[in-house]
T-cell receptor
Framework: GAGVSQTPSNKVTEKGKYVELRCDPI?????LYWYRQSLGQGPEFLIY????????DSGLPNDRFFAVRPEGSVSTLKIQRTERGDSAVYLC??????????FGPGTRLTVL | AQSVSQHNHHVILSEAASLELGCNYS??????LFWYVQYPGQHLQLLLK????DPLVKGIKGFEAEFIKSKFSFNLRKPSVQWSDTAEYFC?????????????WGLGTSLAVNP
């Protein structure tokens, strides 16, 4: 497919568990972004990659959140010791350098 | 801190009515401006964007927006809505400074168009 894909589409976990969320950007897009969206809110920026490196991680809420993009394509968002407040839709977007960000369908994370 | 305000949280219109959704941002420098739409069950899609040039920008599906720098506004308009325009609309701003790429978002406006 030509768009951004995210897996899983839904993830239910228990408080305290570790989760990984995956994002496959549009082929050739050098920039990749993670946002999260809580119910009734707009998306909130988490982190932005340019190539393999995190160019801006100022939105990560605390050290339980970490993201990688080892080969400059697929990215994984990792959340340790999940808390109920982490429940949200996690959105991934990609872009060609500074151009428009194209969004994936999101992963709905529910922490019980 | 920079912020984006969308004035209308829920809008209900009849088909053929005109639409205007307000968006204001708080930042005195150069910005890039976006409107995204999320149709029911679908992901966020770009409606239109403004980077520079003509402050009146036209997007997909008959939407347009006007950037008024003096008012820090980027309002979305459509002269005649259709039932298929029922969706959530988000205004977003990128501060055009250095390597900054993050988008700052409004809370969104839920639009329901009655047939």
């Amino acid at each position: 497919g030509a768009g951004v894909s995210q897996t899983p589409s839904n993830k239910v976990t228990e408080k305290g568990k570790y989760v990984e969320l995956r994002c496959d950007p549009i082929s050739g897009h050098t920039a990749l972004y993670w946002y999260r969206q809580s119910l009734g809110q707009g998306p909130e920026f988490l982190i932005y990659f340019q190539g393999t490196g995190a160019a801006d991680d100022s939105g990560l809420p605390n050290d339980r959140f970490f993201a990688v993009r080892p080969e400059g394509s697929v990215s994984t968002l990792k959340i340790q010791r999940t808390e109920r407040g982490d429940s949200a839709v996690y959105l991934c977007a990609s872009s060609l350098d500074t151009d428009t960000q194209y969004f994936g369908p999101g992963t709905r994370l529910t922490v019980l | 801190a920079q912020s984006v305000s969308q004035h209308n949280h829920h809008v209900i219109l009849s088909e053929a009515a005109s639409l205007e959704l307000g968006c204001n941002y708080s930042y005195g420098g150069t910005v890039n401006l976006f409107w995204y739409v999320q149709y029911p069950g679908q992901h966020l899609q770009l409606l239109l964007k403004y980077f520079s040039g003509d402050p009146l920008v036209k997007g997909i599906k008959g939407f347009e927006a006007e950037f008024i720098k003096s008012k820090f506004s980027f309002n979305l308009r459509k002269p005649s809505v259709q039932w298929s325009d029922t969706a959530e609309y988000f205004c977003a701003v990128n501060i055009n400074a250095g390597n900054n790429r993050k988008l700052i978002w409004g809370l969104g406006t839920s639009l329901a168009v009655n047939p």
